[in-house]
C-alpha cells in the first residue's frame, strides 16, 4: 500500500473508529479536543472569545462545533457546513431472543435504505450505546460499546436451494431474513440467555442495571486501497463519514479572523431528519443564537446576520457507473477522481441556487480544486439531503456538495481517492 497522503489518514481513521452514529460523533470530538476545542453545555450559559474554540454535543449522536474569528463582529455572517453521522443499517429490536432449532438469533429492524444483500456473508459485529440506571430515573448513565469482532452472521441461502438466485436475485423479506444468528445452543448460549446478559459482560456490568440498548449490525471490513494503482477506496460508511472527515477536520485546521465558521453533525439524516437530533428541528437556529446572544445581540439581529452567510451540505453523490451508463443524467456525471461534486436540482431536492454555487465555483477556481456537476437524470426522483430543510429554518445561501460514489447504501461502498482530497480541501478553503 502507498504512503497515505494525509486527508486519507483522516478519513481511514474516522471509518475505523465511526461504528455507529455514537462512534463517529465520538471520534469527531477527539479530534476537536486534541485541536484545542472546549466543549460547551446547551443548558448552561456561554461565555464566548473572541479567537475561541467550541464543540457542544446537545445528544450523543450530534455534534455543534465553532470558531469564532479574533476580529469578527458577527456582521460578516457565518459559513456553515453540514453533514450526518448516521448511516443505513439492520437495528437489534427489544426483546431481541429468538430460538429456533438449537440456533440462537436475533430480532431486528431495518434503519433508512441499505442494499439488503450486501449484509449477508461478511463478518459483522454490533456497536452502539448501552444505558443503565443513574443517579436518579431521569439520568440514565450511558456506554458506548463496540464488539469489534464478528459476533453474528447472515448466511445467504445455498443456490442449490434457490436456483434462479444469479437471474432473479433472492427477495429478502425484512422480518424473516434478517434474523442474524448468534450462535447454537451450549452450555454458553441457552434458553436463558439474552442479549442483556451479553451486553453486560461485554461491558463488565450488572445485567439488572441495563435499561435499554441502540445497537446496530455493521461491517466489520477495513478501509482499503483498490484497484491497479490503488486509486480508489473501499470501505464501509463512506456515505457520509467522508464528509464528517472533511468538515471536522476542515474546521479544526481554520484559522479566519473574521467570521464565524460552524461544523453542525446531525443525526437521523437516513430516515428523514425529523427528530430532535436532526436537522429538521429547532436546534440549530438554538445553537447560532447562543452564540449571537454572547455576544449581546438578538435572534433578529442574529437571523439578519446570517444572510449574509454561505452553507454547505456535503453529502455523498452518485458517481458514473460504467455498468449501468442509463441511470445517470446526459451530460452531468460525475467520475471519480476527477473532482468533488456540486449537487443541484430544480425542485430543490438538492438545495441550490446560482449565485450561492457561483460563489463556491470561483473558490474552487481561485485555489485550483477539481469540482464536477451533478444533476439527476429527468425521469427519475433521486434522492435528497439535509441542505433544503436547513435553509427552510435558517436564512442562509446553500450548496449541496459531496464525493462521488458507488455502490451507495451498500455495506461497503467505493470512492475514488483523489475526489476525497478534494473535497478535504474545499471544506479548508470554505472555512478560511
Same mark, same amino acid.
Given at each position: 500500500?502507498?504512503?497515505?497522503?494525509?486527508?486519507?489518514?483522516?478519513?481511514?481513521?474516522?471509518?475505523?473508529?465511526?461504528?455507529?452514529?455514537?462512534?463517529?460523533?465520538? /471520534?469527531?470530538?477527539?479530534?476537536?479536543?486534541?485541536?484545542?476545542?472546549?466543549?460547551?453545555?446547551?443548558?448552561?450559559?456561554?461565555?464566548?472569545?473572541?479567537?475561541?474554540?467550541?464543540?457542544?454535543?446537545?445528544? #450523543?449522536?450530534?455534534?455543534?462545533?465553532?470558531?469564532?474569528?479574533?476580529?469578527?463582529?458577527?456582521?460578516?455572517?457565518?459559513?456553515?457546513?453540514?453533514?450526518?453521522?448516521?448511516?443505513?443499517?439492520?437495528?437489534?429490536?427489544?426483546? %431481541?431472543?429468538?430460538?429456533?432449532?438449537?440456533?440462537?438469533?436475533?430480532?431486528?429492524?431495518? $434503519?433508512?435504505?441499505?442494499?439488503?444483500?450486501?449484509?449477508?456473508?461478511?463478518?459483522?459485529?454490533?456497536?452502539?450505546?448501552?444505558?443503565?440506571?443513574? %443517579?436518579?430515573?431521569?439520568? !440514565?448513565?450511558?456506554?458506548?460499546?463496540?464488539?469489534?469482532?464478528?459476533?453474528?452472521?447472515?448466511?445467504?441461502?445455498?443456490? /442449490?436451494?434457490?436456483?434462479?438466485?444469479?437471474?432473479?436475485?433472492?427477495?429478502?423479506?425484512?422480518?424473516? /431474513?434478517?434474523? %442474524?444468528?448468534?450462535?447454537?445452543? *451450549?452450555?454458553?448460549?441457552?434458553? *436463558?440467555?439474552?442479549?442483556?446478559?451479553?451486553?453486560?459482560?461485554?461491558? #463488565?456490568?450488572?445485567?439488572?442495571?441495563?435499561?435499554?440498548?441502540?445497537?446496530?449490525?455493521?461491517?466489520?471490513?477495513?478501509?482499503?486501497?483498490?484497484?491497479?494503482?490503488?486509486?480508489?477506496? =473501499?470501505?464501509?460508511?463512506?456515505?457520509?463519514?467522508?464528509?464528517?472527515?472533511?468538515?471536522?477536520?476542515?474546521?479544526?485546521?481554520?484559522?479566519?479572523?473574521?467570521?464565524?465558521?460552524?461544523?453542525?453533525?446531525? *443525526?437521523?439524516?437516513?430516515?428523514?431528519?425529523?427528530?430532535?437530533?436532526?436537522? #429538521?428541528?429547532?436546534?440549530?437556529?438554538?445553537?447560532?443564537?447562543?452564540?449571537?446572544?454572547?455576544?449581546?445581540?438578538?435572534?433578529?439581529?442574529?437571523?439578519?446576520?446570517?444572510?449574509?452567510?454561505?452553507?454547505?451540505?456535503? *453529502?455523498?453523490?452518485?458517481?458514473?457507473? !460504467?455498468?449501468?451508463?442509463?441511470?445517470?443524467?446526459?451530460?452531468? $456525471?460525475?467520475?471519480?477522481?476527477?473532482?468533488?461534486?456540486?449537487? =443541484?436540482?430544480?425542485?430543490?431536492?438538492?438545495?441550490?441556487?446560482?449565485?450561492?454555487?457561483?460563489?463556491?465555483?470561483?473558490?474552487?477556481?481561485?485555489?485550483?480544486? %477539481?469540482?464536477?456537476?451533478?444533476?439527476?437524470?429527468?425521469?427519475?426522483?433521486?434522492?435528497?439531503?439535509?441542505?433544503?430543510?436547513?435553509?427552510? /429554518?435558517?436564512?442562509?445561501?446553500?450548496?449541496?456538495?459531496?464525493?462521488?460514489?458507488?455502490?451507495?447504501?451498500?455495506?461497503?461502498?467505493?470512492?475514488?481517492?483523489?475526489?476525497?482530497?478534494?473535497?478535504?480541501?474545499?471544506?479548508?478553503?470554505?472555512?478560511?
Amino acid at each position: 500500500m502507498q504512503n497515505l497522503p494525509i486527508e486519507i489518514s483522516q478519513l481511514f481513521e474516522f471509518l475505523e473508529n465511526g461504528t455507529s452514529a455514537f462512534h463517529v460523533t465520538a /471520534h469527531s470530538k477527539k479530534v476537536l479536543i486534541e485541536a484545542g476545542f472546549s466543549e460547551l453545555k446547551l443548558n448552561a450559559p456561554w461565555t464566548l472569545e473572541r479567537g475561541g474554540r467550541y464543540f457542544c454535543c446537545p445528544f #450523543d449522536t450530534t455534534l455543534y462545533a465553532f470558531t469564532i474569528g479574533e476580529e469578527c463582529d458577527l456582521s460578516n455572517g457565518i459559513h456553515i457546513g453540514g453533514a450526518h453521522t448516521d448511516f443505513p443499517a439492520i437495528k437489534v429490536k427489544p426483546n %431481541p431472543e429468538i430460538f429456533t432449532h438449537g440456533y440462537m438469533q436475533l430480532n431486528t429492524e431495518l $434503519y433508512g435504505g441499505p442494499i439488503l444483500s450486501s449484509f449477508f456473508d461478511r463478518s459483522l459485529s454490533l456497536a452502539g450505546k448501552v444505558v443503565t440506571r443513574g %443517579p436518579s430515573y431521569d439520568r !440514565p448513565v450511558g456506554h458506548l460499546i463496540d464488539f469489534q469482532r464478528p459476533v453474528v452472521c447472515l448466511p445467504n441461502l445455498a443456490i /442449490h436451494m434457490n436456483r434462479t438466485a444469479n437471474e432473479k436475485g433472492s427477495p429478502v423479506d425484512n422480518q424473516k /431474513h434478517l434474523l %442474524p444468528i448468534l450462535g447454537t445452543l *451450549d452450555d454458553m448460549l441457552n434458553k *436463558d440467555s439474552t442479549l442483556i446478559k451479553l451486553l453486560a459482560e461485554e461491558l #463488565d456490568v450488572d445485567a439488572e442495571e441495563i435499561l435499554d440498548y441502540d445497537l446496530c449490525l455493521y461491517n466489520l471490513d477495513r478501509p482499503e486501497l483498490a484497484g491497479i494503482t490503488e486509486e480508489f477506496i =473501499s470501505a464501509p460508511r463512506l456515505d457520509d463519514i467522508t464528509s464528517v472527515c472533511a468538515l471536522v477536520h476542515g474546521l479544526a485546521e481554520n484559522h479566519n479572523r473574521s467570521r464565524v465558521n460552524l461544523v453542525c453533525l446531525f *443525526d437521523n439524516e437516513e430516515i428523514g431528519s425529523l427528530s430532535k437530533q436532526g436537522a #429538521d428541528s429547532f436546534l440549530p437556529a438554538v445553537i447560532i443564537g447562543k452564540i449571537w446572544q454572547a455576544f449581546g445581540k438578538s435572534m433578529i439581529d442574529c437571523m439578519a446576520d446570517l444572510s449574509e452567510g454561505l452553507m454547505v451540505s456535503a *453529502d455523498v453523490a452518485h458517481a458514473y457507473h !460504467p455498468n449501468y451508463p442509463a441511470v445517470q443524467d446526459i451530460t452531468n $456525471y460525475p467520475v471519480m477522481n476527477q473532482g468533488f461534486v456540486f449537487k =443541484s436540482a430544480s425542485n430543490q431536492s438538492y438545495a441550490w441556487d446560482c449565485e450561492a454555487l457561483g460563489a463556491m465555483i470561483a473558490l474552487c477556481e481561485e485555489k485550483q480544486i %477539481p469540482y464536477q456537476r451533478f444533476a439527476k437524470h429527468s425521469n427519475t426522483k433521486g434522492g435528497g439531503t439535509i441542505a433544503s430543510i436547513l435553509s427552510s /429554518h435558517l436564512p442562509v445561501k446553500t450548496v449541496d456538495t459531496g464525493a462521488g460514489i458507488l455502490a451507495m447504501h451498500s455495506s461497503r461502498e467505493m470512492m475514488g481517492i483523489k475526489d476525497q482530497i478534494a473535497l478535504s480541501r474545499f471544506a479548508k478553503a470554505f472555512f478560511e
